[in-house]
């Protein structure tokens, strides 16, 4: 029976999957398993698949059903003490699995192991550490994940009994599915991190979370409404600046889109980024350049 099951769930991945696959099966640890559930593909995902020929590759279709279905009957189909995530479009580097199973054996109490990793842009060539972008915690991080979600899901090594306690993915959510499952992780167990980057988060057109990233952030204010009471230590003013900044977030997409009605909306109550929404357009076009310019190498999910 194998240590580690790796969970890759795919859709229409025939330009990405044979090399997040090869990432996988080039890594020094060996004794793993790789679940991969195709999402009901209709290109030659299948086919790429079937030609590498490696018995630890376990190959799963099903007609679509979305993120977290899949997630699921990934883990339903693994047989190891350890369950990894990893999506279809992205890499890990070789030693990620053995420096974490490493970091298990020294504690363990904990109850999941993720790392730092490097976000790429295939479009423009810039890479960058996500340790730059956001703060990497460990410990009892559920005060930390109510600020921001830190945990890259495609670093994520977790005991396959912790997810017996905490649950697996909740169907109720399309997008930030990952982001709602670390809460529930964080609740009950500490979390560790390497702090070198052990994979790589590829950023393209057809990137799920850049099409979607209204109902990301949608989703991630009904998680911590929803979880409100899990953060005991959140006081009502830490809670209501978070969804303010969501707010904001969701805002900007609407000005970027041209949709200045709609960044009203979420503007309610935020009474000087209200006013900005007035400004003749070439003004605000400035003002949200100067935005980008100025976070720089932070900006590179956008």
Not at 36 to 60: E, K
Not at 69 to 76: E, G, L, Q
Request: charged share 25%; aromatic share 12%; with cysteine.
């Amino acid at each position: 029976m194998p240590n580690v099951s790796v969970n890759i769930c795919c859709y229409n991945s025939e330009k990405f999957i044979e090399k997040t696959l090869q990432s996988v099966l080039a890594q020094t640890y060996r004794d793993l398993e790789v679940i991969i559930v195709d999402d009901g593909s209709s290109d030659r995902t299948g086919d790429i698949i079937r030609s590498i020929a490696d018995q630890r590759i376990i190959y799963h279709y099903q007609k679509n059903q979305g993120l977290s279905y899949s997630r699921n009957r990934a883990i339903d189909l693994s047989k190891g003490e350890y369950i990894a995530f990893l999506d279809h479009d992205d890499l890990w580097l070789p030693e990620k699995l053995e420096k974490q199973l490493a970091l298990f054996e020294r504690n363990r109490s904990l109850g999941m192991v993720y790392s730092d990793c490097f976000a790429f842009n295939m479009n423009t060539g810039q890479k960058v550490r996500y340790s730059e972008m956001t703060q990497l915690f460990r410990g009892w991080v559920l005060a930390q994940l109510f600020q921001v979600d830190f945990i890259p899901v495609l670093t994520a090594l977790v005991k396959r009994d912790v997810i017996g306690m905490a649950g697996k993915f909740d169907l109720n959510y399309k997008i930030a599915e990952d982001y709602e499952f670390f809460v529930r992780v964080a609740e009950r167990y500490p979390v560790d991190f390497i702090p070198e980057p052990l994979a790589v988060y590829n950023l393209h057109d057809d990137n799920s979370v850049k099409k979607q990233r209204k109902t990301c952030f949608l989703e991630e204010m009904a998680i911590i409404t929803a979880h409100r009471g899990k953060f005991g230590m959140i006081d009502e003013q830490t809670f209501k600046r978070r969804v303010k900044l969501l707010n904001r977030s969701l805002s900007t997409l609407a000005l970027a889109a041209g949709d200045r009605r709609e960044a009203r909306r979420y503007l309610m109550g935020d009474v000087l980024y209200l006013a900005a929404t007035y400004l003749p357009a070439w003004l605000l076009h400035m003002m949200m350049s100067y935005q980008t310019k100025r976070r720089g190498a932070k900006n590179v999910l956008a």
